[in-house]
Nanobody, 121 residues
Framework: QVQLVETGGGLVQPGGSLRLSCAASGFSFSRAAMNWYRQAPGKERELVAAMTSTGTITNSLDSVKGRFTISRDKAKKTVYLQMNNLNAEDAAVYYC??????????????WGQGTQVIVSS
């Protein structure tokens, strides 16, 4: 059974930091691209940061460059999003996403349940 379990969200003051974690199971983590998305109320879900299976960062939202860092630990099958200098525009539900191609060439996309980030003083 595929699972992506996000943790680390919560309430933080403007200028503060949070680190989100996403623990993966049920598929070959080392072969999956791992991504973080976010969705604020009334807005569409947007890609925040992306990392290939080999660890190359392929995409990062312009508004978070220099503040957010995506990383992955293959041994722990976990992807992280370090978020620094948070502001009100960063408040959203953050989702972990995995894109995995199996041996037959079928592409599967998996989503976590989301973790909420609130930025407020």
């Amino acid at each position: 059974q595929v699972q992506l379990v996000e943790t680390g969200g919560g309430l933080v003051q403007p200028g503060g930091s949070l680190r989100l974690s996403c623990a993966a199971s049920g598929f070959s983590f080392s072969r999956a691209a791992m991504n973080w998305y976010r969705q604020a109320p009334g807005k569409e879900r947007e890609l925040v940061a992306a990392m290939t299976s080999t660890g190359t960062i392929t995409n990062s939202l312009d508004s978070v460059k220099g503040r957010f860092t995506i990383s992955r630990d293959k041994a722990k099958k976990t992807v992280y999003l370090q978020m620094n200098n948070l502001n009100a525009e960063d408040a959203a539900v953050y989702y972990c996403n995995a894109v995995y191609m199996n041996d037959d060439g079928d592409v599967h996309k998996y989503w976590g349940q989301g973790t909420q980030v609130i930025v407020s003083s």
